[in-house]
Nanobody
Framework: QVKLVESGGGLVQAGGSLRLSCAAS????????TGWFRQPPGKEREFVAA????????YYADSVKGRFTISRDNAKNTVYLQMNSLKPEDTAVYYC?????????????????WGQGTQVTVSS
């Protein structure tokens, strides 16, 4: 059983930056691909970014490509989402998810474990 805990959310002005962290425990983290999803107010959960279990490939939604960067530190059992040039439409609850030997998985149903989420609010 893998437990995921997100942190780093908050309120930021448009154009600003935030770095989200997802700390994992309870499993061999280096064998899990990890994704970030978000759920804007009143909307469905959507894919943001994913990183392969070994960190050798990444995958992004078009809406965040060039602004967000996903990375991982397997020694610290942590995945990061660096978010730059934030826009009001990035406002959402952000979730991390893990999939055993995951790769460029962009569908929520493909993931085995989920965190509780962290709120990101971007003001205009």
């Amino acid at each position: 059983q893998v437990k995921l805990v997100e942190s780093g959310g908050g309120l930021v002005q448009a154009g600003g930056s935030l770095r989200l962290s997802c700390a994992a425990s309870g499993g061999t983290f280096s064998t899990y691909g990890t994704g970030w999803f978000r759920q804007p107010p009143g909307k469905e959960r959507e894919f943001v970014a994913a990183i392969r279990w070994d960190g050798y490939s990444t995958y992004y939604a078009d809406s965040v490509k060039g602004r967000f960067t996903i990375s991982r530190d397997n020694a610290k059992n942590t995945v990061y989402l660096q978010m730059n040039s934030l826009k009001p439409e990035d406002t959402a609850v952000y979730y991390c998810a893990a999939k055993y030997f995951g790769n460029d998985n962009s569908q929520a149903y493909q993931y085995d474990y989920w965190g509780q989420g962290t709120q990101v609010t971007v003001s205009s």
